[in-house]
Structures are given as C-alpha cells and as structure tokens.
T-cell receptor, first 115, second 113 residues
C-alpha cells in the first residue's frame, strides 16, 4: 500500500493567495483527519471526517479555512486568503477505526510558507 | 480531554533499552493509551497502544500500571533511527470523542552512538 499521499510537499505563496492542500487516504479507511503542526502550538487537529462527512471541525481556525471530502479517496484543505501565520506543516491522516481505538496513518505532510 | 505528562527530553545510548514514562492520572475507564513517534521531517508514526494489559509488538513494548494512571514505552535496544519525539496520548470513548487523539509536546529522545 502506498500509504497516505499528500500534495504538494512544499508550497510557498504570498499573503492573500489561495492555497489548496490535497490528501489521498489509504484505501478502505473511513476516517480522515487534517492536523497542523507549528513550533508554538505543536500538532493540532483541524477537522475530522467519517465516511466522507465532516464530524468535527471545531479545530478549524477561522472561516478562511475550509475542508472537503468529495469521495472516499480524496480530501482538500483550502485556505483563502492565506496569511503568514498560516505557515505550518499540514498533515493528513487516515484510520480504519478512528483515532481513539485504532491506528492513525499519517502522510508526510505539506509544508506551507506564506510570505 | 484527559491529559498526559511526559518528560521533555531523555537520552539513551545505542543498543541499550529505553524506558519512556507517561503519567495519565485522569484517565477514564474507556481510554486507550497510544504512543506515536515523529522522526525529524516526517509525519507521526504509530508505535503501540493498549487498554489494560501490557502489549508487545515488533517496535516496542507498552507496560501499563495496574491502576492505569501511568505507562511506560519500552524500546528494547535503541538504535540511532529511534531518535524522535515520542507522544503518549489518551484516546477512546471519553465523552463520545472516540476519534480524537490530542497530541501534547512529547518526549524528545536522543540516542547517542
């Protein structure tokens, strides 16, 4: 299995631009998570999908952030407009059982730099 | 969310065992104890998890105290590739949030050659 695939691996953009991060979960997994990691705040859960439906988006920082999962094999995290404080590594993870009872598989992350 | 307490950092020598402690005095009866690690410039990686009994897998062992208020991750022979941040996390059916894994700051393990 290829594991969780994220793209792009690195993105450098200017403040105000739209950023779209992509994730392909492991086939057969029904739970998908977006995390953000910064030095100051560590790893934060942004949003959780189960069977393509957003279950908990309480970690999404503000309206500039949106996430979609149109089908079981694809999810996007969009930031519009982007700001320098959005600079972070964004991780996508998938799971068969949900994180509390099973194993989360993380992608390699998308490193975002907003100038 | 029930919280865990870990030392900020630990050091070990290569090929020696490492015992990484974690305190979780507010653990609920349905919380699993999870361990993940994050190598430099990589995403977190699952290590092991357990509920009440000690657990072993190819990567590590998890020793859980009888009262479940603490646990220890055991790496039997540390290698340089084990240098990483190790996270101890509680996750389970507490409050219906059985999907959530809330990562703390973890323990930075340094392995000396």
């Amino acid at each position: 299995d290829a594991g969780v695939i994220q793209s792009p691996r690195h993105e450098v953009t200017e403040m105000g631009q739209e950023v779209t991060l992509r994730c392909k979960p492991i086939s057969g997994h029904n739970s998908l998570f977006w995390y953000r990691q910064t030095m100051m705040r560590g790893l934060e859960l942004l949003i959780y999908f189960n069977n393509n439906v957003p279950i908990d988006d309480s970690g999404m920082p503000e309206d500039r952030f949106s996430a979609k999962m149109p089908n079981a094999s694809f999810s996007t995290l969009k930031i519009q407009p982007s700001e320098p404080r959005d600079s972070a590594v964004y991780f996508c993870a998938s799971s068969l059982l949900g994180g509390g009872a099973g194993e989360l598989f993380f992608g390699e992350g998308s490193r975002l730099t907003v100038l | 969310d029930a919280k865990t307490t870990q030392p900020n950092s630990m050091e070990s020598n290569e090929e020696e065992p490492v015992h990484l402690p974690c305190n979780h005095s507010t653990i609920s009866g349905t919380d699993y104890i999870h361990w993940y690690r994050q190598l430099p410039s990589q995403g977190p990686e699952y290590v092991i998890h357990g509920l009440t009994s000690n657990v072993n897998n190819r990567m590590a062992s998890l020793a859980i105290a009888e009262d479940r208020k603490s646990s220890t991750l055991i790496l039997h022979r540390a290698t340089l590739r084990d240098a990483a941040v190790y996270y101890c996390i509680l996750g389970g059916n507490s409050g219906g949030s059985n999907y959530k894994l809330t990562f703390g700051k973890g323990t930075l393990l340094t392995v000396n050659p």
